[in-house]
């Protein structure tokens, strides 16, 4: 399975953004999508989570009301909406694939990893 990632970039604080990540290759009957993020000197933390087939969506706290993920069968892609936007959001984004269906906002379920994309937001 590869992941592809994209929509990083720099943004103000108060901006928007929307990172994309489409899955390719392997298929699975039933996943989650997860983001994630990772400022350097830090651990990869947890942002949101999609089950595919059902749309039930988790976020992490810092991020929500602010931040919405959402997938589109047609295009196999899942979007993580980033709206209101604060220089602490500044990371290295990564999507994931699980196949599990505990223990989602913890990396060690998620299998495969896309390459990540920078996002910067300036103050």
């Known amino acids: 399975v590869q992941l592809q990632a994209s929509g990083g970039g720099l943004v103000q604080a108060g901006g928007s953004l929307r990172l994309s990540c489409a899955p390719s290759?392997?298929?699975?009957?039933?996943?989650?999508m997860g983001w994630f993020r990772q400022a350097p000197g830090t651990e990869r933390e947890f942002v949101a989570t999609?089950?595919?087939?059902?749309?039930?969506?988790y976020y992490a706290d810092s991020v929500k009301g602010r931040f919405t993920i959402s997938r589109n069968y047609n295009k196999n892609t899942v979007y993580l909406q980033m709206n209101g936007l604060k220089p602490e959001d500044t990371s290295v984004y990564y999507c994931?694939?699980?196949?599990?269906?505990?223990?989602?906002?913890?990396?060690?379920?998620?299998?495969?990893w896309g390459q990540g994309t920078q996002v910067t937001v300036s103050s």
């Open positions: 994931a694939i699980s196949t599990r269906s505990y223990d989602l906002t913890r990396t060690y379920v998620y299998d495969y």
């Open positions: 290759g392997r298929t699975f009957s039933s996943f989650h």
């Open positions: 999609i089950n595919w087939n059902e749309g039930k969506t």
